[in-house]
C-alpha cells in the first residue's frame, strides 16, 4: 500500500535518503553472517542452569541496543519505501537527473555544475520533484 507523504516529508526524506541507505546497506552487510555456526548443546551442558538476563547483564543490553537499531533501520526502510515508490512519477530527463543526484547525497551547488544550471534552478526543479511525489496519493490506485 502507497502511504500518502507531505511535501515537508518528502523534502526531509529526499535530503536524508543517501545516509538512510547507507546505514541499511551497513546493517544488511552486517547481518549476513549472523548466526551460522551456532549449535545445540547435547551431553552434559545441556543440563547445567541457563544463565537468566537481568537489566545489568551487558549482553542483555546490548541486545536491546540492537533489537532498537533493527527499529530504526525498519523506519529508514520504509521512508526510503517512499521514495523508490514514486520515482516513477518523474518522467522529465532534467527532474530524473537532478533526482538521481540528490539521491546520490549530492549538493545543490554540485549538481548545478555537474549539469550547467544555478542553484536556484537546482532548487526550483526539486520543488518541482517534491510537488509531483506528493500528489501521488491523488493518483488511481493501480493493482
Not at 549476513?32 to 548443546?41: C, N, P, S
Not at 527532474?95 to 532548487?123: P, Q, T
Request: aromatic share 8%; net charge positive; proline share 2%.
Amino acid at each position: 500500500m502507497k502511504e500518502a507523504a507531505s511535501k515537508q516529508e518528502i523534502e526531509a526524506i529526499l535530503k536524508d535518503y543517501h545516509w538512510m541507505m547507507n546505514s541499511i546497506r551497513i546493517l544488511r552487510d552486517s547481518m549476513k553472517g549472523a548466526g551460522e555456526g551456532l549449535t545445540a548443546r547435547y551431553g552434559e551442558d545441556s543440563d547445567m542452569p541457563k544463565a537468566q538476563g537481568v537489566t545489568s547483564d551487558p549482553v542483555y543490553k546490548e541486545s536491546v541496543r540492537r533489537e532498537k537499531r533493527f527499529k530504526k533501520i525498519a523506519e529508514y526502510e520504509q521512508k526510503v519505501q517512499i521514495i523508490q515508490d514514486r520515482m516513477c512519477l518523474i518522467i522529465d530527463d532534467r527532474e530524473f537527473e537532478v533526482l538521481h543526484w540528490l539521491l546520490e547525497g549530492k549538493s545543490y551547488r554540485w549538481i548545478a555544475f555537474h549539469m550547467g544550471l544555478s542553484d536556484r534552478h537546482v532548487r526550483r526543479i526539486r520543488d518541482s520533484i517534491i510537488d509531483q511525489m506528493s500528489q501521488m496519493s491523488q493518483l488511481p490506485k493501480t493493482s
